[in-house]
T-cell receptor
Framework: SQTIHQWPATLVQPVGSPLSLECTVEGTSNPNLYWYRQAAGRGLQLLFY??????ISSEVPQNLSASRPQDRQFILSSKKLLLSDSGFYLC?????????????FGQGTRLTVV | DAKTTQPPSMDCAEGRAANLPCNHS???????VYWYRQIHSQGPQYIIH???NNETNEMASLIITEDRKSSTLILPHATLRDTAVYYC???????????FGQGTTLQVKP
């Protein structure tokens, strides 16, 4: 069966520090991968998605970047965090086999920038 | 990307059916309607999806109007554990992007 792992679960980082959040998927190959952010009391905002290794599409201009160094690994990074980067970050995957497959989400990382 | 409109909040009595509406008037012919829910501080959970026919699974039923401009998610016997934010999403076919709106906060009351 397929599983998605996201870590850490919570993170407190000072302003100006770097960030690296990792997401890995097991039990599937060549998945579509997604990073979302959810600010407090708000809906989910799609940040990045990837349909293959090294292929990253950015949805909104921001202080973050994403990379996909391996087929089932998706990394969210920042060189210098801002206070506005605080939020709940979610990774998701979806099979690319067929047009109507559902997406599965990880349990998220709650990032607080102080 | 087709957008969706949902009421911000709804209440439902425990044991009764919860009917959550969604408008997606700009949906394209090959775009699917997906429903997810998010319980506080957790990742969204997939519920159901459909194209034009009504769908049912162990969690819920999805009723899509004939013109596909709106749909209704039905939780047949709501429990307190169904209290969550429910998102109606139209999925972009060529990229698979899921664009979330603000969702409906469903409060199931005893």
């Amino acid at each position: 069966s397929q599983t998605i792992h996201q870590w850490p679960a919570t993170l407190v980082q000072p302003v100006g520090s770097p960030l690296s959040l990792e997401c890995t998927v097991e039990g599937t190959s060549n998945p579509n991968l997604y990073w979302y952010r959810q600010a407090a009391g708000r809906g989910l905002q799609l940040l990045f998605y990837s349909v293959g290794i090294g292929q990253i599409s950015s949805e909104v201009p921001q202080n973050l970047s994403a990379s996909r160094p391996q087929d089932r690994q998706f990394i969210l990074s920042s060189k210098k965090l801002l206070l506005s980067d605080s939020g709940f970050y979610l990774c998701a995957w979806r099979s690319n086999r067929g047009l109507n497959t559902e997406a599965f989400f990880g349990q998220g990382t709650r990032l607080t920038v102080v | 990307d087709a957008k969706t409109t949902q009421p911000p909040s709804m209440d439902c009595a425990e044991g009764r059916a919860a009917n959550l509406p969604c408008n997606h008037s700009t949906i394209s012919g090959n775009e699917y309607v997906y429903w997810y829910r998010q319980i506080h501080s957790q990742g969204p959970q997939y519920i159901i999806h459909g194209l034009k026919n009504n769908e049912t699974n162990e969690m819920a039923s999805l009723i899509i109007t004939e013109d596909r401009k709106s749909s209704t998610l039905i939780l047949p016997h709501a429990t307190l554990r169904d209290t969550a934010v429910y998102y109606c999403i139209v999925r972009v076919v060529n990229t698979g992007k899921l664009i979330f709106g603000q969702g409906t906060t469903l409060q199931v009351k005893p």
